[in-house]
């Protein structure tokens, strides 16, 4: 926990509050002017917490606010008001504050924001390091690149595989920019109904079509003033992509059957596992959207490219299990370890974190042996080539999954735990003939 800075050109009153934190313990410092603050806001620290008044005899609190973040300082910021300057302060939010408080009613509610405020950021904290602490030089990069477009409204892609955790990746960039604490919404595109895929985006009004018995927001309204995660946006039917274009360039959108449009102030972050390059030369994708939705890319490599981060995340996930299923599983005996970091993981970290699961809720107590594990061992020769061990096990996960789905492609790629599109590439890139019985 960081310190609160409390701005007030009023000394009593800035004193006055100051004592109130210093009494509950939390750590003050006190500024008595605009100027101060903007020579100490420029070097505060990353969990410092500002606390400023509304208005000065030289500015107000909404410069002071739009005075750090152009200087790049992301601290949260609230504002104290008087009763007839709430509507002032309420416009303040829209320049990224996080809040107002009333004078008249701050003894009481200020401790409790400010605990409801350090409660979020170690949620958020516990939920992005629980998948994104890895110790990779990839991953290092990818966090550096995290926190460079974070603060940002730049548009994000993030690409790679099922499994590689895109959703995580699209809720830390949320994390880490000016809009947390505001809406975080996140929709599977690959489950949107082409018939209902624009009204559960954009809403529609009531009588708007067959079923619509009333008005619906949509999952933009739900999203305003923060981040719309946009999962698998290659499935998105053609007309809605023209809606999402226009959305985007715009900042407005028109629901399903409306004679308005409205305005949503949304940051995009999408994923997909589909080369959209190719979507757009088989007419499936609008270029101009691709252009849009990519002004800042992310890949994310598959697991069997990071496997110094397989135990770690292995070690993660048992502790997870343990408390989730109230078991007491210690550790992972020798074979069970070098059997995970020798493994392909087609399904990568989703397929990872399935698999510890069933392995703690199969053991008793004590250590994971590689027989509980249920995967396929495979020796690695000592200076082996990783790639041509992946490409090898991966042709053999196929073939049985393949078998066992008695030549379904789509429940082959379902036990597999990747995308019917996905399976379809593998085949082909690994010769993998496809016979007639396959469906």
């Not at 009494?23 to 605009?34: M, R, T």
Request: hydrophobic letters at 35%.
């Amino acid at each position: 926990m960081g310190k609160v800075i409390v701005i007030d050109d009023n000394p009593v009153y800035c004193d006055y509050v100051g004592n109130l934190l210093a009494k509950s313990g939390v750590p003050v410092e006190k500024l008595y002017s605009l100027q101060a603050a903007k020579k100490t806001l420029v070097k505060v620290e990353s969990e410092d917490i500002i606390l400023s008044d509304l208005r000065f005899p030289d500015g107000n609190g909404i410069e002071l606010l739009e005075y750090m973040r152009k200087a790049g300082c992301r601290n949260p910021f609230f504002i104290m008001t008087d009763y007839d300057e709430v509507p002032t302060a309420v416009k303040s939010m829209k320049s990224g504050a996080e809040d107002y408080i009333s004078k008249r009613t701050l003894e009481q509610e200020l401790l409790p924001v400010l605990q409801n405020l350090w409660k979020r950021q170690n949620q958020s904290a516990s939920r992005t390091e629980r998948i994104l602490d890895r110790d990779s030089e990839t991953f290092r990069k990818i966090r550096h690149r995290i926190k460079l477009v974070a603060p940002t409204d730049i548009s994000v892609l993030i690409l790679g595989e099922n499994g590689t955790g895109k959703d995580h990746i699209a809720k830390m960039i949320h994390d880490q920019s000016e809009r947390t604490g505001k809406p975080y919404v996140a929709v599977d595109c690959s489950v949107l109904t082409p018939s209902l895929a624009a009204s559960t985006l954009f809403g529609h009004e009531k009588g708007a079509f067959t079923g619509a018995t009333e008005s619906h927001k949509g999952y933009f309204a739900e999203a305003d003033g923060g981040t719309l995660f946009l999962d698998e946006v290659g499935n998105l039917p053609s007309d809605v992509q023209q809606m999402l274009l226009r959305a985007i360039q715009n900042k407005t959108y028109r629901p399903v059957g409306g004679s308005k449009d409205k305005v949503a102030d949304v940051r995009i972050i999408s994923a997909t596992n589909e080369d959209l390059e190719t979507a757009i030369e088989e007419k499936r994708f609008r270029r101009d959207l691709y252009y849009r939705l990519r002004e800042f890319v992310l890949e994310i490599p598959p697991l069997r490219e990071c496997r110094e981060d397989i135990l770690p995340l292995a070690n993660f996930f048992l502790n997870e299990m343990n408390a989730t299923l109230k078991k007491s599983v210690t550790e992972f005996d020798a074979d069970a370890q070098r059997l995970l970091c020798n493994y392909c993981w087609l399904g990568n970290v989703r397929e990872l974190k399935q698999t510890i699961q069933s392995a703690v809720l199969l053991t008793g107590e004590g250590m994971i042996t590689a027989d509980t594990l249920g995967l396929e061992d495979v020796e690695m020769e000592s200076g082996s080539d990783f790639a041509l061990t992946d490409e090898r096990m991966q042709k053999e996960r196929i073939k049985k999954a393949l078998k066992e789905a008695g030549g379904n492609k789509r429940q082959a790629a379902k036990l597999l735990g990747i995308t019917p599109p996905t399976l379809y590439k593998k085949m082909e890139q690994y010769n993998i003939e496809q016979k007639t019985e396959l469906k």
